[in-house]
């Protein structure tokens, strides 16, 4: 099934890579096609095991993992219509995530590619969800063949893949979906934004990767989960907040900026910020646990600090681009990724704000919304273009994970 073509030095590469995620929460199997296509994709998420608890307990997690893996590769064959035999490789997260998490994902990758004699790669937890702005789920999809590094776009066009900056900005969430399925194109600029991360990577092809902007404290997913934590909303924050917001005043509260050089971010300032602004229009003192907050807020109250915090987190995102964007002024295209990549009021800032900065120039694409959290078909499509820039496969013996591991490494 897995097949090379060389002529003279270009390189054809099509696969099917069945693709594993236990990173974090959700345990997640898919078989992606070339990269782009999505044969199946199967998440168990735990979620609702941790809304009680507000946040994920890593030995649960790791547990729960344990007892799914098995039946979520299982059935992301049996949806794809393929056995073993029709796989031509095997990608894994290994790194960043929960000890525990990527324990389980990484021994079981390991013990298929040993068994069924099939090559492993291994794939960063951040670059696959970079490549979630590549994956198509549509019936029919778009498919670029690759030599020597250069993308080739075949002129049929059909599927839904990318956001059209003009249907996002206006909010119709369909059309955004659907209403162009033209792919990235380098270089680029990607800000990748979830509960661990907040980065902004440049990219001067597949594969490249450099880190020109990073949070020193929080990542602004963590910073949704705790405001949303002292306003009583539920775990995870980020939906709940944007949910809230809707019904809030943006402009009711001012919130500050954090005052930090360069690219880089800081987000703990603006969650005290917001505390000791809840704080004090209860007329409460600064010792009142956060936990205290919420039956002294009115529900407007509550909504205009929703609206209020999530305005001035995605203007900090958006200045943080724009500047970035003025010292790569050759970028062609901005992705935008990770779990906060779904947020509403985020999609239309960051579109609105680069489209008019760039002159219309610059083309803004999001991933579809069930491809902005964890999922297996990101790494699926990451390791395809691992393949494609020449990157070997690891060896199943000897793999490990990685914790904490930059993009970069």
């Known amino acids: 099934m897995f097949w090379l073509v060389l002529v003279y030095y270009d390189i054809i590469v099509v696969m099917k890579i069945l693709a594993i995620e236990s990173s974090c929460d959700e345990t997640a199997a898919a078989v992606v096609e070339d990269g782009v296509q999505i044969l199946s994709n199967v998440v168990v998420s735990q979620v609702d095991i941790f809304a009680a608890y507000g946040g994920v307990i890593p030995e649960v997690a790791a547990r729960s993992h344990l007892e799914a893996i098995l039946p979520v590769i299982e059935k992301a064959l049996s949806d794809a219509g393929l056995t073993k035999e029709g796989i031509d490789a095997i990608a894994v997260t290994h790194t960043p995530g929960l000890l525990g998490s990527l324990l389980i994902g990484t021994l079981t990758a390991r013990m298929l590619a040993i068994l069924w004699g099939k090559p492993l790669y291994a794939v960063h937890h951040l670059k696959s969800h970079i490549y979630a702005n590549w994956l198509n789920s549509g019936n029919c ?7 020597s590094g250069h993308d080739v776009v075949p002129a049929r066009r059909c599927g839904c893949r990318a956001s059209s900056s003009s249907a996002v900005a206006s909010g119709d969430s369909r059309k955004a979906q659907c209403l162009s399925t033209q792919l990235p194109e380098f270089p680029l600029l990607a800000l990748v934004v979830s509960g661990g991360h907040t ?13 020109i902007g990073t949070t020193r404290d929080d990542a602004v997913g963590e910073c949704f989960d705790k ?24 402009k009711a509260y001012k919130l500050p900026h954090p005052q930090v050089e360069g690219l880089d971010f800081s987000f703990s300032g603006l969650k005290t910020a917001v505390l000791r602004a809840v704080q004090a229009e209860c007329g409460l003192p600064i010792t009142t646990p956060s936990y205290e907050l919420k039956k002294h807020l009115t529900e407007q109250q509550g909504a205009d600090f929703a609206a209020s915090f999530q305005y001035t987190a995605c203007e900090i995102l958006a ?6 964007l003025r010292d790569h002024q050759e970028a062609k295209s901005l992705v935008v990724a990770g779990g906060v990549s779904a947020s509403a009021a985020l999609r239309k800032k960051v579109t609105e704000s680069l489209s008019e900065a760039s002159g219309g120039k610059l083309k803004v694409y999001f991933p579809e919304l069930k491809f902005s959290g964890d999922n297996a078909a990101m790494v699926g499509a990451a390791a395809y273009f691992e393949v494609i820039s ?14 904490r591991t930059a993009i970069t490494d």
């Open 199 to 211: 980065q902004i990577i440049y990219m001067r092809g597949h594969n490249q990767f450099e880190i």
């Open 319 to 324: 200045e943080k681009l724009k500047m970035a």
């Open 390 to 403: 020449g990157v070997e496969p690891t060896d199943p013996y000897t793999l490990s994970i990685a914790p």
């Open 227 to 250: 405001v949303a934590k002292i306003l009583g909303l539920p775990y995870p924050g980020g939906p709940a907040i944007d949910k809230c917001a809707l019904q809030g005043n943006p």
């Open 141 to 147: 999809v778009e498919k670029p063949l690759y030599f």
